[in-house]
């Protein structure tokens, strides 16, 4: 069976280039996942957990939106920051989360920030807690 290449890559380095098996995707409405032989398609991320399954074993990041593409077994991750999830501080992510939601929010752009804020934190302290 076809495997498949998985290469993640952020602004200042590329975090993972390796063979995967199945490989899942934080899109920003649901989570996809891709196998071998998958339709190619370019897909908005969310913010959370990307998975990379290789040979039973699976890697965990925290991605922080950004896009995927999906084409002739290559998985493509264009992403501002790929956090290891094992390096994911809970409590950290939570102290951000009540910072955010005692942000005040009196005008749409500031309402607009708290809530990708909260939506960050709330991600990676799901990410975390796995």
Known sequence: ????????????????DRAADFVALPLYDGELGVAPGHTPMIGRLGYGELRI?????????????GFAEVA????SV???HAVPAKQLDAAKAETQLEAA???PANTPELLAIRDRDQQRARAQIRVAKK
């Open 1 to 16: 069976m076809p495997s498949l290449k998985c290469i993640v890559v952020t602004p200042e380095q590329t975090v993972e």
């Open 53 to 65: 399954v290789n040979q039973g074993q699976t890697t965990r990041y925290y991605v922080d939106g």
């Open 72 to 75: 002739d077994n290559v998985v």
């Open 78 to 80: 264009l992403t501002n």
């Open 101 to 103: 939601r005692s942000r």
